[in-house]
């Protein structure tokens, strides 16, 4: 009988409530006790009511609503040893031996590095006298369980992150929204997504709206003269009779130099070269709101049904597992592989090496 402790982290994400909501369900029909620790890893270290068991009854209605309902934070306090060491004492107080991480790519890397680091801390508490040896005994390790959750969709070892299709679906609807209005002035639009270093979400929108051109960080534009090879594009397809133009540019978004490509600096190239009225819009934090669409409930759902089985089923050799989701099946993998694979894209961009970033991109769908 397993005490799990469950915290979202990082940015919010639609699903992460069902998500949640799966967690504290399963954990209850597997004769657990479910703990939610709220505003993320930042709950784990002020403990106290920030840390409290959950009951069936209060993830009720979780599955629609949009955000995390046990809030999040991106915490500072985390990030140094004696935080994480606080939050080791948290645990043990409470009786939590394990924990699921609703999160993206850096938060992961926290839980990881927390199961890594706790036999240290568990040990310097007992010499600290913070806990007693009984304490330390029981709670030799901790059992980490992440999932993602994130609308980046930007980690390795998952086709999906859980929030990205339903980012995915709002923009598609705010793309729509422009379009109508756009057609009838025969304007431009550069509309700008999220995704921080990931082109996911802007290629995907840009395929399911129709985009005239498209800019990612993974793919930046081969020539440093690109924006005559934009403009071209634009320009002939308005001649071919289209009576509106649109960009979509990644908010990660470089050139081969790595310089940021900036939506208002696109929109200045389309109007002073082309001539057209164009305008910017920065779609924003409306892509993270609102509730989740199908498929983050049930990837939600699904993968927080397996985070508990997962627990049950590891050994104190079991390395950190993340749930993800593979060709449509549920998939448990080794946390740290996930992270190092997603961290080998980021240095390929660094070092400008963009067939690489781009084949470790697909590779980390395929795997
Ligand atoms: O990681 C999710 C995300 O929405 C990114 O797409 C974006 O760059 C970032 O978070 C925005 O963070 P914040 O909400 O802290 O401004």
């Known amino acids: 009988r397993k005490n799990i402790g469950i915290l979202t982290s990082g940015g919010d994400a639609q699903g992460m409530n069902p998500c949640v909501r799966a967690v504290v369900r399963m954990a209850i029909a597997r004769r657990c006790r479910p703990f939610f620790i709220y505003e993320g890893y930042q709950g784990l270290v002020d403990g106290g009511d920030k840390i409290r068991e959950a009951q069936w009854s209060d993830v009720s209605g979780f599955l629609t609503l949009g955000g995390t309902m046990i809030g999040t934070a991106r915490c500072m306090a985390f990030r140094e040893l004696e935080g994480r060491r606080t939050g080791v004492l948290n645990l043990i107080r409470h009786g939590i031996d394990a924990l699921v991480v609703i999160g993206g790519d850096g938060s992961l890397t926290g ?114 003269d690109w924006e005559a090879s934009m403009c071209a594009t634009l320009k002939a397809s308005r001649d071919a009779g289209k009576r509106t133009s649109l960009v979509i540019v990644a908010e990660g978004a470089i050139d081969r130099h790595l310089n940021p490509i ?104 395929a795997k």
């Open 111 to 224: 839980a990881d590095r927390l199961r890594a680091e706790w036999p240290e801390h568990v040990a310097a508490l007992e010499g600290e006298g913070r806990i007693t040896k009984e304490q330390a005994d029981r709670f030799r390790t901790l059992m980490i369980v992440g999932m993602v959750g994130s609308i980046d969709n930007d980690l390795a070892s998952t086709d999906m992150t859980i929030g990205a299709c339903s980012a995915l679906e709002r923009i598609c609807e705010s793309v729509d929204a422009i379009l109508s209005t756009a057609t009838s002035h025969q304007r431009a639009f550069v509309v700008e997504v999220m995704g921080r270093h990931c082109g996911w979400l802007a290629l995907n929108a840009a395929i399911s709206t129709g985009a005239d051109y498209l800019f990612i960080p993974e793919a930046p534009p081969k020539h440093d």
């Open 262 to 365: 900036k939506a208002d600096y696109i929109r200045d190239i389309l109007a002073t070269r082309l001539g057209y009225d164009t305008r910017v819009t920065i779609l924003g934090h409306v892509q993270r709101g609102g509730a989740p669409a199908h498929f983050d409930r049930f990837l939600g759902t699904m993968q927080g049904a397996e985070a508990v089985e997962a627990i049950l089923r590891a050994t104190p050799q079991t390395p950190s597992p993340v749930i993800g989701m593979l060709e449509n099946k549920i998939t448990t993998q080794p946390l740290k592989e996930a992270i190092e694979l997603t961290g080998q894209v980021a240095q390929a961009i660094e070092a400008k090496d963009f067939e690489r970033a781009i084949g470790l991109r697909a590779a980390s769908f």
